[in-house]
């Protein structure tokens, strides 16, 4: 499966012949107008004057605090999670070689839930709020040493199949001890643990964007600088060694940086399924698998593609709000699978 | 069985009770200055935090449905700005919802500048108080676990509404109310017999919750009192081999016969309650709400225990 990753649906699919900056200058308005949407919808609907009265920080002060400490906040969170989970994923699909990699595949979700539902089920997520999300990526980072511990001890070299069965292994090990402290727990516990399971940004704050952006930055670039190798990586570990990468140094830097990544994702945001995974391969059918240009598009696309979604999440339903995986997954399915089956040569 | 309309006239009355009880036992004064006391109030929540308003609360969102009753019973109706989708009292049905108990719209619930949320002690990522606590919106968080809860609760609502007098007015109606239950059926044998909460897992209400409080003050004796936890989740087995007499089982809607789905349950079957189709429901909706509504669900708990003590 060495080059599965290029999923060769149809291997002389014309693709968008776009020269990589217009492809960022296209998907940068992408995301600005998404998130000028979240900042315009929501529950509480205001004039175009009122909203950007209230962004300037005049006017009624309560739609002052709507505009500027939750919708704003709200956005970017959503902005910088969507972009995490798809760099992340666009990375573990290269590394792995497997279509199916997604960021969740290394333990991490389940990592960081066993983590959140240790601090619900202990009470300690009541006494000190904060020991949520320190929790849950500690839960996420520890899940992620103890996969790649496994897949150390088999054979001298990492064997991307035997880190593959060891994410899967101890993910499934770690849900069965979530679903054990949850039978003990009681009702309250076990909706507030599934809650944070369904995952949501509806806490964001300017000091989780801020913990976001000093995670997402330093790891993007260093994802970035690994672009080539990457590329060298997915046609094979051999070739990639042949041509002069280090293979083992440039998976250990990959693997850690892009899993700590979306360790701080969901440490925030609790796990959002769907954007890691279905992001990156649609990038790739829109303009290739080239990760220098990869990267930095998933990370706009699923930006974009994330903000859209919560913004729906919130407002589709009036005050009641949608688990955001809902509609990830309701509206990126069907547009994924039309991306899938555009006829070759449509857009060429 | 128990008589289904007589349950729904019961449902239907009960809050209309309430209320008027309340405000007849409150009298005209409070009427005429409703609330606008300038005092500052200082209240400790159920979660041990002093919660310090300049005024009683004057617009109040409530995103507990019981102490949205509560508000209701006290007279404050005029005081609620905002709900939660679960709010069945018809006085609050024209306020807007503000999404769900435990994940409300924050920004619904800013929008609609509250100087007061009552908010459940039970999500325990306590991230909604957390949230609009750091926008300057004061949080009040109450627990209701047993009677005395409900009546601090009362009281506390009371205080932070500028509703005092009302509420100490029908925490008095309300104990007189009990206590003339509790003395209708002193004299009768005790029924053994276990509040179903729910069938399958088999789970019932445990003696330090306020519905195992009333079953045991209607005069049932719950098969499951020695079990100290608060919902108790049994065995099909114990259940069995203690064999209660009666079955009470909180309900939704009655379009669905209770005892023959009991009928058609492996272990709830063969037990003798069920077999002399000793099952009675009664109105979830009316009994699971921990607020002035006690009064009548321990009237329609004592009614399904011991009918012959009903009037």
């Known amino acids: 499966m060495s080059d599965a990753v290029r999923i060769r649906v149809a291997p002389t699919r014309a693709r968008l012949a776009w020269p990589v900056s217009a492809r960022l200058v296209a998907l940068s308005i992408l995301v600005l107008l998404s998130l000028v949407a979240a900042v315009r919808i929501g529950a509480v609907s205001m004039s175009l004057h009122t909203l950007f009265a209230a962004v300037a920080g005049r006017g009624d002060p309560a739609m002052v605090t709507i505009v500027r400490e939750l919708r704003l906040p709200r956005a970017f969170q959503a902005a910088l999670v969507g972009a995490a989970l798809a760099v992340s994923g666009a990375t573990f699909q290269a590394l792995l070689r497997n279509p199916l990699a997604e960021p969740y595949i290394l333990g991490v979700s389940s990592g960081a839930a066993a983590g959140a539902v240790f601090t619900v089920v202990t009470g300690l997520a009541v006494r000190m709020v904060w020991s949520l999300p320190i929790a849950a990526f500690a839960g996420a980072v520890l899940s992620m040493l103890l996969v790649f511990r496994i897949a150390f001890s088999v054979g001298r070299a990492l064997d991307t199949r035997v880190l593959l069965l060891a994410g899967v292994v101890v993910s499934a090990f770690l849900v069965a001890l979530i679903w054990l402290a949850l039978a003990f727990a009681d009702t309250d516990s076990v909706r507030s643990a599934i809650f944070w399971m369904m995952g949501s940004n509806a806490n964001a704050s300017w000091r989780s964007v801020s913990i976001l952006v000093s995670c997402l930055v330093p790891a993007f670039v260093i994802l970035l600088g690994l672009a080539r190798p990457l590329n060298l990586l997915a046609i094979g570990e051999s070739t990639a060694a042949y041509l002069g990468t280090s293979v083992e140094r440039t998976k250990l830097v990959a693997f850690g940086t892009a899993t700590l990544l979306t360790a701080a994702a969901v440490a925030m945001s609790g796990t959002i399924g769907f954007v890691g995974l279905v992001v990156p391969h649609a990038v790739r059918i829109l303009w290739g698998s080239d990760n220098r240009s990869l990267l930095p598009c998933s990370a706009l696309a699923g930006a974009a593609f994330l903000v859209a979604a919560d913004t729906l999440a919130r407002s589709i339903a009036g005050t009641n709000e949608l688990p955001i995986g809902i509609v990830t997954a309701l509206v990126g399915v069907p547009c994924f699978v039309w991306l899938l089956r555009r006829p070759t040569g449509a857009i060429a | ?311």
């Open chain 2, 1 to 311: 069985m128990f008589q289904r309309s007589v349950i729904a006239r019961r449902v239907t009355s009960a809050l209309g009770t309430c209320v008027c009880l309340a405000s007849i036992a409150c009298g005209a004064d409070e009427a005429r200055r409703p609330a606008s006391s300038a005092s500052a109030v200082e209240v400790r929540d159920d979660a041990g935090i002093d919660v310090r308003l300049d005024r009683p609360a004057q617009r109040i969102i409530s995103l507990i449905p019981s102490a949205t009753e509560t508000l209701i019973a006290l007279g404050a109706t005029q005081q609620i700005v905002g709900r939660t989708r679960y709010d069945v009292a018809p006085e609050v049905a024209k306020i807007p919802s503000v999404g769900g108990g435990i994940d409300p719209s924050v920004e619904a619930i800013v929008g609609l500048r509250p100087d007061l949320v009552i908010a459940w002690a039970n999500d325990k990522r306590q991230a909604i108080r957390e949230k609009l606590v750091s926008l300057h919106v004061p949080v009040f968080v109450l627990r209701t676990e047993d009677t005395t809860d409900i009546f601090r609760g009362i009281a506390n609502i009371g205080r932070l509404s500028g509703r005092d007098s009302a509420a100490r007015a029908t925490a008095a109606w309300m104990r007189a109310s009990l206590d003339s239950i509790r003395a209708s059926v002193a004299a009768l044998p005790r029924r053994k017999m276990m509040y179903v909460e729910f069938p399958d897992p088999p789970m019932t209400a445990g003696p330090h919750t306020f519905i195992g409080q009333l079953v045991s003050l209607a005069g049932g004796n719950s098969v499951f009192s020695d079990n100290t936890s608060l919902w108790p989740t049994v065995s099909m087995e114990e259940i069995v081999r203690r064999d209660p007499d009666l079955l009470v089982v909180p309900v939704g809607e009655y379009t669905q016969n209770t005892l023959e789905r009991f009928r058609q349950m492996s272990g709830w079957r063969d037990l003798r309650a069920v077999k002399h189709g000793n099952v009675v429901t009664v109105p979830a909706d009316l009994v699971s709400r921990p607020s002035p509504s006690i009064v009548e669900s321990a009237r329609v708990l004592r009614d399904a225990i011991h009918p012959e003590a009903a009037r």
